[in-house]
């Protein structure tokens, strides 16, 4: 799943290429992936983009106007062919295209690498009107994102630390991956309640979440778009590392009780939550 830095990293990349680039064709592979039926694609042809924003894990292309909500979901990404390249298929895409958005010169292409579709698409005419969009909360890899509204978004709720923070409402741009990295890097059991935090453990959840997720978007900035998966990947110190040592001690990374192998932690440093 691409989490805020990989998404900030995609729309850095097609803010420089995209801008003042005028759309001359679109192809829908996959048609269930457009939620607005009544806003074709053929709405954007002839229109020059204008703005490029990620929020949260979504990316918004603003077209002079009118707007397209790209959401990746569980797998989507993006391929993007120039000049001559940009003239024959795409060379051995690894998922399915579910769309392309032709320009004079290049094409990007959105993609879905998962067993069930989740790109989804929207064309309207603000940002907000897509709904996953209108409902997202402050976003996790913003700077000004504070310990206060931290602690007031944990409030006194009974609900897992890892959940939550996957829980875009709360805090968007945060998904399965990173909220592992934070859990372990904050010292904290993903199950712990965060009605249960103490005031260190809060300061030590939001030193983690600022410290990895602004490593995350620094480290992502410039890495080319087909090797962003691998390097969000070689960068993780206990996602997706079931029975390897820990890096920080004598434990072995675990994955974390009900997540049917979908999270890890390390128990023995995080077992005080």
């Known amino acids: ?38 806003r074709p694609l053929e709405e954007l042809i002839g229109r020059e983009v204008t703005g490029v924003t990620r929020l949260g894990k979504h990316i918004d292309v603003d077209l002079d106007g009118t707007h397209l909500g790209l959401g990746f979901g569980r797998a ?12 024959g298929p795409d060379d ?23 067993d069930w579709l989740s790109v989804q698409l929207h064309v309207v005419d603000a940002a907000d009107e897509v709904p996953s969009v209108a409902k997202l909360g402050p ?27 996957q829980e ?9 991956a990173y909220s592992d990295e934070i859990l372990f890097a904050a010292r904290l059991s993903p199950v712990a309640h965060a009605a249960a935090l103490t005031d260190d453990e809060i300061t030590r959840l939001w030193s983690a979440l ?8 620094i480290a992502r900035r410039g890495v080319p778009i087909p090797e962003q998966k691998s390097a969000k990947v070689a960068a993780m110190r206990v996602h997706g590392r079931t029975g390897e040592p820990c890096p920080d001690c004598e434990g072995v990374i675990e994955d974390i009780p009900g997540t049917k192998g979908g999270g890890q932690w390390c128990p023995s440093c995080q077992s005080a939550g």
């Open 210 to 217: 600022h410290d990895t997720m602004t490593a995350a978007v």
């Open 139 to 165: 976003d996790a890899a913003d700077p000004a994102y504070s310990r206060a509204m931290l602690a007031e978004a944990l409030g006194h709720r009974r609900k897992q630390l890892k959940a939550l923070l």
């Open 1 to 38: 799943m691409p989490e805020a830095p990989e998404v900030e990293a995609l729309a850095s990349f097609l803010r420089e290429r995209l801008l003042r680039r005028t759309v001359t064709g679109v192809e829908l592979i996959e048609g269930r992936a457009l939620k607005t039926r009544g």
């Open 76 to 87: 989507g990404w993006a391929t993007w062919h120039e000049g001559a390249a940009a003239e």
């Open 168 to 176: 875009q409402e709360t805090l968007a741009g945060i998904g399965n």
């Open 92 to 114: 051995a895409p690894v998922a399915a295209i579910i769309v392309r958005l032709i320009f004079d010169d290049a094409v990007l292409g959105v993609t879905d690498a998962g």
